[in-house]
Each structure stands twice: as C-alpha cells, then as structure tokens.
C-alpha cells in the first residue's frame, strides 16, 4: 500500500494505544500479502481513530470494546482492555462498561468481558502487560 499521510498517521495511532511490540509483532510476517493486509486493517480501523473528530481515543476506546464483547470477538476486547492506559480509560469506566455490555448483549458476552478484564488486571498487576 503505497505510504500516504492518513496511513502514517494510522500507524502512529495503532503504535500509541497498542504498544511498539504488539505492532512489531503482527508486521513482521515477511510475506508481501501479509503486509499488504496489515496496512489495509490499519489504513482501515486505525484510520478511524486517527481522523479526530468529535470522539476522542478514550471514547473510541470504550466503543471498540464495546462492541467486540458485543460481538464475541474477546481477543479484540482483551488487546483493547489491555491498552485502556495509553487512551485514558479507567478501571472504574470499563467496570461500568461491563454492566452495559450485559445489558445490551446479554448475560454470556457480560460474562466472558468480566473474564477478560479480570484476566487483563492480573497480567497488569504482575507486570505481563
């Protein structure tokens, strides 16, 4: 994908929030379609949280976990849970999501976020994440 500003500015954002490792990680594959999909997810999702706008990353921050446990997709909600530090999310806040999550898609996806995020404060508090 050829390097343009709103790409850059993608990449930049996801390095922000998801850490230089987590990102290092998932563009090393030397394959050229391997990297081609990288920068089409992070044009793509990442382009969204780098556009500004009237929702800020805290905002979009609690939106995508939201919707990931809403959708079952807890790997997303866990490396999004796992980086509520660099977008300003407090614990207090996601404890507060949870309820809304179990109220708006039911008990088993409040569940498995409640799992989740007590799996991330673990792995927070014994310095694995």
Known sequence: MEETEPLRAARAMRRAVLGEA???AMT????????????????MAWGVWARGG???PRDRSL????????LGRMEEFRLHASSTSQTGVT?????????????????PAGVA???DIQA??????????
Not at 33 to 43: G, K, N, P, S, W
Not at 120 to 129: F, L, N, Q
């Open 54 to 56: 009237a929702l800020s």
């Open 91 to 107: 614990d207090e806040e996601v404890d507060e999501l949870l309820f809304q999550i179990a109220a708006y898609c039911g008990a």
């Open 63 to 70: 939106l995508v976990m939201a919707m990931t446990a809403a």
């Open 113 to 115: 976020a409640r799992r």
């Open 22 to 24: 987590y990102v290092d």
């Open 120 to 129: 991330v404060r673990a792995a927070r508090r014994s310095g694995t994440r």
């Open 28 to 43: 090393s594959d030397p394959d050229p379609v391997a990297a081609e999909f990288q920068d089409y997810l992070t044009a």
